[in-house]
């Protein structure tokens, strides 16, 4: 059982950076994989980004490819999804996600075991 608390969130220009964290309650394994979804209103949860801990493999929405960058701290139990480039159509609410059996990253709302509560993210024109 992993509990996932995303931080971070908040109202930016376009243009702007932030930097999202979530921390996990309890340690995750090498065969985890950690990602990121947002679901915008009106719209439909969406991958964005994922990270496995055996491998380091990462993996981006064609979106996001370029502007935001996953990264994860086992030490800690965990993983950040830096976001530059900020654009409006980012605003969404941002989900941290645990795949327990996550020996390659997927991108399916179903493959993953554990959500956070979510963190608001909005980008003004």
């Known amino acids: 059982q992993v509990q996932l608390v995303e931080s971070g969130g908040g109202l930016v220009q376009a243009g702007d950076s932030l930097r999202l964290s979530c921390a996990a309650s309890r340690r995750t394994f090498s065969r985890y994989a950690m990602g990121w979804f947002r679901q915008a209103p009106g719209k439909e949860r969406e991958f964005v980004a994922a990270i496995t801990w055996s491998g380091g493999d990462t993996f981006y929405a064609d979106s996001v490819k370029g502007r935001f960058t996953i990264s994860g701290d086992n030490a800690k139990n965990t993983v950040a999804l830096q976001m530059n480039s900020l654009k409006p159509e980012d605003t969404a609410i941002y989900y941290c996600?645990?795949?327990?059996?996550?020996?390659?990253?997927?991108?399916?709302?179903?493959?993953?075991?554990?959500w956070g509560q979510g963190t608001q993210v909005t980008v003004s024109s």
């Open positions: 996600a645990a795949d327990s059996r996550g020996y390659y990253i997927r991108t399916a709302r179903a493959s993953y075991d554990y």
